[in-house]
């Protein structure tokens, strides 16, 4: 079955740096696109960067220039860098992957505060 577990979320100040790690397994990794979403209380869920099989990656514009997202195929895992952090960017983080169905990791809880 599809698994994929999120780690990396934490408390950090605005300005610092955080990386989201994702494991996946139960597919065969390098075939599928692989996405980040995040949902802050009281908002709907929303997808922050996605990576396709090939290395082609999207991001929301609120996150440009600050958020970095790649996989590394040989270890089925896929990243969020995420640097100059806001506090609009606190938020639980999951991870996506759309299958013969949508999975989601359990997400990640991301809050930046002083």
């Known amino acids: 079955q599809v698994q994929l577990v999120e780690s990396g979320g934490g408390l950090v100040q605005p300005g610092g740096s955080l990386r989201l790690s994702c494991a996946a397994s139960?597919?065969?990794?390098?075939?599928?696109?692989m996405g980040w979403y995040r949902q802050a209380p009281g908002k709907q869920r929303e997808l922050v960067a996605s990576?396709?099989?090939?290395?082609?990656?999207t991001y929301i514009n609120s996150v440009k220039g600050r958020f970095t997202i790649s996989r590394d195929n040989a270890k089925n895992m896929v990243y969020l860098q995420m640097n100059n952090l806001k506090p609009e960017d606190t938020a639980v983080y999951f991870c996506?992957?759309?299958?013969?169905?949508?999975?989601w990791g359990q997400g990640t809880q991301v809050t930046v505060s002083i």
């Open positions: 139960g597919i065969i990794f390098r075939f599928y696109a």
């Open positions: 990576i396709s099989s090939g290395g082609s990656t």
């Open positions: 996506y992957v759309a299958g013969n169905k949508d999975y």
